[in-house]
């Protein structure tokens, strides 16, 4: 498993999406951080918290995307280069593998993530002070969490799925229909019925976006606005902390669940096929798995 983790790490230093995503994190904390020490005339509370809610926003739109699409890819991509059958007959169980994949990315992903929010943090602590860090630090933590859950997700739809296109479409589907539609359109369709808020509380916890997203209000400043009338709810009914646990306790829950089912999925003899058929391996192929695996 330690082999398999060691080089998802190193695929992931060439990896298009993680390396956009950084950079977008990046740029656009450091547009934000310099945007609010302009606009707030010294004030660093109010930088911190424009810059936390700028960087922190956009985690919620491309944190999702980039774990679905790299966890759809994981199982579904070896299986269209020929390499999984081959990876399976090496001396490690499916649990294993699945479980190496997936440590591996979600490392990167975290790497990522941190590297993306450093430039706009250290801006802040120059201009607040160290002691801004610790609080600036829950919110990477937030989106890893998100990541976690979706990274998740995306090794459900992979091991389900008979090619990688196929894959990486299902997953920006569900990217879309979790980050866009969700809330635009099922949420205020109930919220227009007078749905109870309970209800609305049980919706938000289905949603690993959204239970991020309170997450991070929560963690900013508890306005019943932003909250929404499900988070205002829960708020009400639980304090801020046990509202702060009860999601977090969602995020992981998708996580694990998510994960099992792929697992289970992937104990299937079928996870090992493809759309045409197994496929024989040629000495290439076979050359170029060693390598990975060594």
Known sequence: MIAILRQELRDARRNKWLAGYTVALAVLGLVAAWAGLRGSEGMALVTFGRTSATLTNLCLFL?????????????????????????????LTRTELLAGKYLGLLAALAAATIAGFLPAGAAIAARAGAGTLASFLVFPLIAILL?????ALGFLISVHSDTGVAAQGLAVLVWFALVLLYDLVLLGVLVGAGVQPAALAALLMANPV????????????????????AGAWLLGALSTAGTAALLIGSLVGWALI???AALWGFRSPRATGSGSGSRAFSVKKRMMVESKVI
């Open 147 to 151: 990541a976690a859950a979706m990274l």
């Open 63 to 91: 944190a999702p995307l980039v774990s679905l699409v790299l966890g759809a890819s994981a199982i579904a991509g070896e299986r269209d280069r020929g390499t999984l059958e081959y990876l399976l007959a090496q001396p």
């Open 210 to 229: 959204d239970a991020a997203r309170v997450l991070v209000v929560l963690s900013l400043e508890p306005d019943l606005y932003l909250l929404g009338p």
């Open 258 to 260: 998510a994960l099992g």
